[in-house]
């Protein structure tokens, strides 16, 4: 089992920053790639940022937050970061940190992810 805590969200004006934060915890050995969602009022939840867990540090973005999101990972705190620079109104949403143990897998898809944290919401004021 790997249990995730998030940490960092709050409330910004358009255009500013903030710093997510995901704690890994439990069978972390376990991990293969460590993802960013988020899911705003009334809509699905989206793919947002990815690493890889170990050895090359893979990074993937959606179209949306590229150029703007930044993932990195400290694997001696088994810690998990998403900067987000130039924040826009449509990035407010709840944002979850998730953890995958399938090396096959695609890192885009939300059901390929068994191990999710509770969520920190991020809101962007215009």
């Known amino acids: 089992q790997v249990q995730l805590v998030e940490s960092g969200g709050g409330l910004v004006q358009a255009g500013g920053s903030l710093r997510l934060s995901c704690a890994a915890s439990g069978s972390t050995f376990n991990i293969y790639d460590m993802g960013w969602f988020r899911q705003a009022p009334g809509k699905e939840r989206e793919f947002v940022a990815a690493?890889?867990?170990?050895?090359?540090?893979?990074?993937f973005y959606a179209d949306s937050v590229k150029g703007r999101f930044t993932i990195s990972r400290d694997n001696a705190k088994n810690t998990v970061y998403l900067q987000m620079n130039g924040l826009k109104p449509e990035d407010t949403a709840v944002y979850y940190c998730?953890?995958?143990?399938?090396?096959?897998?695609?890192?885009?898809?939300?059901?390929?992810?068994?191990?999710w944290g509770q969520g920190t919401q991020v809101t962007v004021s215009s």
């Open positions: 998730a953890a995958k143990t399938d090396p096959r897998s695609i890192v885009r898809i939300t059901t390929v992810y068994p191990y």
């Open positions: 690493i890889s867990w170990s050895g090359g540090r893979s990074t």
